[in-house]
């Protein structure tokens, strides 16, 4: 066995020998008495890591250095380049470096405050650019920095299988599916009794998973460290899915919230989500917003001329609403005019749509409701939007036999104008063009009418919110691999979708409610990506109700980009500087195509190198890579030296201890700011202690679990606070001819 010294102050990148065979350590986590150590084998090639405890096992450190073999040119440049690729600074996302990503400088900033002590963010950059991909480099640094981090990222479950992928290609970093199935598979492997919601990495759910009673529960007491709100929007009003995520965020160390549109016009929507997350000392929202490229974009408003039968459908409904406020009984009846707005809207979209509403409020009225719409489970926003199902259900004050009278008379109507104008002219539009299209509609009964209209010449396919997740994605992939160059659609495909690399033509077949929800959809195609113009086609009714809708939605436009949303500068210079260093840094790694840089013979570069760097012919020098760990050992910088072959490692060592001190200060500076930011314990419910109910002693658990994990995450902060030089590692040999070995 080498010679050495037994120590447990490893840092990464020592070769140590452990139970008579020799390692190379990855990482280290040091605890009150025992010390972790997670090596990686050097005798057996794809070996999966191992961990030890220390000093239970004799660690012997390898004093010998490897040896070094002659290089050529090429060879040695390429490896300096990968080592110079691999150098970084701390509370720095150079994770960037290496992910599958175009580096830009925006996209950056919100990494860095992330690093610097930012506990809660709100990304509401412009549709299409990148906001997954700032959401992924926070993520990738947090894991790069502990490996122990545990990462909630909440989407609609529509948006999932993409999360799954971005993270996957761009981050190399693997999400765990948080769902039935899922966990059904990880308690059979889990130990027993043991909460598979402690894993470290990242998690994938959607708010309607987490928003049940029995799933919240299971979550554990100790805080995320990271919660990642995808669509932000969609859970800012009062539901189930805000009470849970905003029980789930105010026990979270950092929070995220990605929003294209986070005022869709309404005051009280915009504040309740700007309030997400926040209650302790440290809640100061970090707002990072930037505009998109408007002037690339056409928008073209198509008027419909609406047809005689449509018009008397049209005409009917305002008598029908004339008539039902006539015969109404003294009472204020408030669904009267909202139950005909919705008949208006759904008939301005299509026949189809208009039926269907008649449909159900005529089984309302005769008190036999429809199950394929009222069952719980099957409740689709693209079945009924908006106040749509309090209109519905609403009392008009009409007598039943009256109102059932009406109804047959308006279905009678609505099945005679079912080829409308706007089915027509979509026909025609399809006709021209032959490059892809996306067309969206607000109603999923809608899709028939849209499809009818669809030539011959063209495939489609249809996603709506009723299709299984397997089959939604089955659509997508038809649509993106070129199968179809049509895709019929609901606004559940208008949420974080990337249809730019197959379509750039995107057609509102009806306008919706909010102007959010229409920039949505055409930023289906308007991302970071796009290579062409991209075209909008809108079709309006010519009636004065859709005339009234378009200056709404002028209005709200106008109301939303109002709203007070001051953009942070703070990290704007530092990231300039950053991406242009990263991508420096890119160029280098591109060299190396070797092995793993952390193993492998050291180069010992020929005599003729030496000379063209004029280096005197007698001497020798030598590159280290030298880390700055915390206690915990995780890797803060890497740095790389060029000194004396003859140099001591300890003074080496000694030149990176200012670094190491300066470190240390602003490590304990932001240990200092997360902790008072840490979630506190849950105030404790009143509960009347009872013979048969424990509910209060379980509550008094769950508090000194809470209280035991904040203590243990405070612990690892102070060890995180804690930075030393790491064990200087050879990598290159400057040496003359003759030379073989490094000193």
């Not at 412009?126 to 906001?131: D, E, Y």
């Not at 001591?648 to 990176?656: C, D």
């Not at 509550?699 to 203590?711: H, Y």
Request: with cysteine; proline share 6%; hydrophobic share 45%.
């Amino acid at each position: 066995m080498p010679s050495g010294t037994s120590t447990s102050a490893l840092a990464p990148g020592d070769e140590v020998w452990i139970r008579r065979r020799r390692w190379r350590v990855v990482a280290t986590h040091a605890g009150d008495r025992l010390t972790r150590v997670t090596v990686a084998s050097l005798t057996t090639a794809g070996g999966e890591p191992t961990a030890f405890l220390l000093p239970c096992d004799a660690a012997v450190v390898d004093e010998r250095g490897p040896r070094t073999r002659p290089a050529s040119l090429s060879h040695t440049l390429a490896r300096l380049a990968g080592h110079v690729a691999r150098t970084h600074l701390a509370f720095t996302p150079w994770v960037a470096v290496h992910s599958n990503t175009t580096l830009l400088a925006f996209q950056l900033e919100p990494a860095l405050a992330v690093l610097a002590g930012a506990r809660r963010l709100l990304l509401a950059d412009a549709v299409g650019l990148g906001k997954t991909v700032q959401a992924g480099l926070i993520i990738s640094s947090l894991l790069d920095r502990r490996g122990d981090t545990r990462v909630l990222v909440v989407a609609p479950s529509t948006l999932l299988p993409q999360w799954t992928e971005e993270l996957r290609t761009r981050f190399a970093l693997d999400a765990r599916a948080a769902d039935a199935a899922a966990f059904a598979r990880l308690r059979a492997d889990a130990p027993y009794l043991g909460n598979p919601w402690l894993l470290p990495g990242v998690w994938l759910t959607s708010p309607d998973y987490l928003k049940q009673p029995h799933v919240l529960d299971a979550l554990p007491d100790s805080p995320w460290d990271l919660l990642i709100v995808d669509e932000a929007h969609l859970i800012a009003g009062e539901s189930q899915r805000h009470a849970a995520l905003d029980r789930i965020s105010r026990a979270s160390r950092r929070v995220v919230l990605l929003s294209a549109t986070p005022h869709d016009g309404d005051e009280t929507r915009f504040r309740r989500l700007l309030a997400l997350g926040g209650g302790s000392t440290n809640d100061r929202l970090t707002i990072f917003r930037r505009c998109g490229t408007p002037a690339a974009r056409r928008t073209r408003w198509t008027r419909v001329t609406v047809s005689p039968d449509e018009t008397r459908v049209l005409a009917a409904i305002e008598v029908f609403e004339r008539s039902m406020r006539s015969g109404a009984s003294g009472v204020r009846h408030d669904a009267l005019p909202l139950l005909c707005s919705v008949f208006r809207k759904r008939a301005l979209s299509s026949s189809d749509a208009f039926r269907a509403s008649l449909h159900r409020r005529l089984a309302i009225v005769n008190d036999d409701p429809s199950p394929d719409w009222t069952q719980p489970g099957l409740f689709d926003a693209d079945v009924l939007t908006g106040d749509e199902h309090a209109a519905l259900h609403g009392d008009t004050g009409l007598p039943p036999r009256r109102e059932r009278a009406w109804l047959l008379r308006l279905i009678h109507l609505a099945s005679r104008a079912a080829q409308s104008s706007k089915v027509r002219l979509l026909r025609r539009l399809l006709s021209r063009a032959a490059e892809p299209v996306v067309i969206f509609t607000q109603y999923r009964d809608s899709l028939g009418a849209i499809l009818r209209a669809v030539p011959t010449s063209r495939t489609a396919v249809i996603l709506h919110g009723g299709l299984p997740p397997a089959d939604q994605q089955r659509a997508l992939r038809q649509f993106l691999g070129g199968a179809a160059d049509t895709l019929v659609t609901t606004d559940v495909a208008s949420q974080g979708l990337n249809l730019h690399t197959r379509s750039r033509w995107v057609i509102s077949f009806d306008l919706p409610w909010t102007p959010m929800r229409l920039e949505q959809r055409v930023g289906r195609v308007d991302r970071l990506g796009q290579s062409r113009r991209v075209h909008a086609t809108l079709l309006l009714n010519d009636h004065w109700a859709d005339d009234l809708q378009r200056a709404t939605l002028a209005s709200r436009h106008d109301l939303s980009t109002r709203a007070p949303l001051a953009s942070s500068r703070r990290w704007s210079r530092a990231a300039m500087g950053l991406a242009a260093w990263f991508a420096r840094q890119r160029q280098l790694s591109r060299h190396w195509r070797g092995p793993e840089l952390s193993g492998g013979r050291i180069a010992a570069v020929p005599p003729e190198l030496l000379r063209r760097w004029q280096v005197p012919p007698t001497r020798a020098l030598a590159c280290y890579e030298v880390p700055l760990v915390t206690r915990a050992g995780d890797v803060l910088e890497r740095h790389l030296l060029v000194v004396d072959a003859r140099t001591e490692p300890a003074v080496i060592r000694a030149s990176l201890s200012r670094r190491a001190r300066t470190l240390a200060s602003r490590a304990r500076t932001r240990a200092r700011l997360a902790a008072s930011g840490d979630p506190g314990p849950p105030a404790a419910a009143p509960l009347q202690a009872g013979l048969f109910d424990r509910r209060h002693e379980a509550a008094a658990e769950r508090l000194q679990r809470r209280a035991a994990g904040q203590s243990a995450a405070l612990a690892d902060r102070d060890a995180g606070a804690d930075v030393n030089v790491g064990a200087p590692r050879l990598v290159v040999l400057l040496t003359p001819a003759g030379k073989g070995r490094a000193s």
